[in-house]
């Protein structure tokens, strides 16, 4: 399998933690796609993926399977231990509903703020830029910590018992809040210690010594 990725991207850590957790990562070879190149929107890698975002899984036959999501759940089918995906109906209900609301409320505003309201991927890449909506979903981001900061407050995990595809996304989502300097907020505090702790699992400990603010790259 191959992947196709920018590795200090935040979208692309979910796979690369996920990998970990899976214990996959042997099975994986991953290939570079320089997005502050712009090469995310070249007719070769848009072909790949129509959204002309990584991460992208290439399959030894060639099937592409874009999306954090998929990819996820492509990996988690391939060996159930442990699951991040969910193993019983509740599980994976919860854990698809809180996965979809980290991105929504959290990950995808912080990205649609990194290229609205920053330079972005610099002024190549960023053609079309709305500093308002930018600032919107930075906001959006900022209410969404204070909502999973009250959900680690009642819980260990963001969608049931264990580590999940869920926490995955939230992870992804504080790491690039840290790339574009978007602090949590003092009140946070639940969710600021629990992120201190996910650091140190050993998934995520590797994925997180990758990041340097000067490679944001989202
Ligand atoms: N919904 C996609 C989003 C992927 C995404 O936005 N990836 C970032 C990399 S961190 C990207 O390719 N950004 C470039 C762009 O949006 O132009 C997923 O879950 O895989």
Redesign the pocket.
Known sequence: MKIY??PV??????VRIALAEKKLQSRVSFAL?D?RKGQ??QVEFLAKNY?????VLELDDGTLI??????TEYLDALDGNPSLTGRTPREKGLIHMMNKRA?IEL??AI?VYF?HATSG?GPD?EIYQNQEWGLRQRDKAIRAMAYFDGILQRQPFVACDYFSMADITVIAGLI?AELVKLAVPSECGTLAAWFAEMKQRPSVRDRVAMSKPAAA??
């Open positions: 990725d920018f991207g935040p979208y692309p850590a979910r796609v997005l995310h929107k959204s002309g975002t990584v991460p874009a999306e954090c999501t998929a990819i991105e990950l995808d990205s290229h991927l890449v690039f790259g989202g």
